[in-house]
């Protein structure tokens, strides 16, 4: 992992928050993880300013204003299941910077830091392919890690076309064509981790402010869920995905990592291919309930 003089790894965090709860979870990670220099946040796909004044308040509870906030490109304005917590959030009132270009403030981001930057997405790269294509060159700069694909298995059954993969294929192709270095989480290790029992109640017993927050959306965010969904709010969480990613920017130790050569298809699904781009892929778990103390301890400070 490239340091930068600091011994922090830099950071931009791309991220769809807004949709699934796990990225608020993963953003709330990375936020408690000394080993990461978060420099800038930015939402991608679908209502772009729904998605940043999520992050925008969540960095500011968090004490961390110094973190600037983009907003991606947008494509709709359709309310997010997390709309009741940003409903009267104003950006124009967050103390940092927001740039209403964030393609832009990522590609200056990357471009101008002395460092190499690890670029985190967790959502659709819709954001990625538009920086790719007005710099091409962030790519020498970067690396990339991300929470896409599935490979080999899921915890629910047959292969599928993960979610960030099939909503922008295509961007995906282009992420992969590029240059830089590629970590990703499939569905194969990152659709396993699931807090339960002491080790959720943990963290939803926290009083830590961030935490509070974070559970107070992941509260919003079931009243849009199935009844059975929402009884579970006292005793496990959802699918906590992209926290897998968040993990890989810094280390690698509890998961089995594989070069594969991995192909995007247009249809949304990533098959291995001896003649594809090799990707660095988390294929399987070394000790999953490892991870899942780490994670209770990141968030809370509490060790089990």
């Known amino acids: 992992m490239k340091t930068c003089a600091e011994g922090k790894i830099p950071v931009v965090f791309d991220t769809d928050i807004g949709s699934d709860i796990d990225d608020t979870w993963a953003l709330t990670m990375l936020l408690k993880s000394p080993e990461l220099d978060v420099k800038l946040v930015v939402s991608d796909t679908g209502n772009t300013t729904y998605r940043a004044k999520i992050a925008a308040k969540m960095l500011e509870i968090a004490g961390r204003t110094d973190v600037s906030v983009g907003i991606g490109v947008h494509q709709s304005n359709r309310r997010g299941r997390q709309y009741e917590w940003v409903k009267n959030y104003e950006l124009d009132s967050y103390a940092g910077t927001v740039y209403s270009d964030g393609v832009e403030a990522l590609i200056e981001t990357i471009m101008n830091s002395p460092d190499p930057i690890t670029l985190i997405c967790t959502g659709p790269v819709t954001n990625i392919a538009a920086a790719l294509l007005r710099e091409p060159k962030i790519a020498e ?72 927050a974070l559970m107070e959306n992941y509260r919003i965010w079931l009243k849009s869920s199935s009844e059975s969904w929402r009884k579970t709010w006292e005793t496990e969480s959802s699918i906590l995905f992209d926290t897998v990613a968040v993990y890989l920017a810094f280390s690698e130790d509890l998961l089995v990592m594989e070069e594969l050569g991995v192909k995007v298809t247009d249809d949304g699904y990533t098959v291995i291919d001896d003649e594809a781009r090799t990707v660095r892929c988390a294929t399987e778990w070394k000790d999953l309930s490892a991870f899942e103390d780490f994670l209770v301890e990141r968030l809370t400070g509490r060790q089990l």
């Open 141 to 212: 700069k970067a690396r990339f890690v991300g929470m896409h694909g599935c490979i080999r298995r899921r915890h629910m059954g047959d292969v599928i076309a993960e979610y960030n993969v099939r909503s922008d294929p295509k961007a995906l192709q282009k992420v992969f064509a590029a240059a830089w270095d590629i970590t990703i989480t499939p569905l194969d290790t990152c659709s396993f981790v699931k807090l339960r029992k002491e080790k959720y109640k943990a963290v939803w017993e926290c009083r830590d402010p961030l935490v509070q």
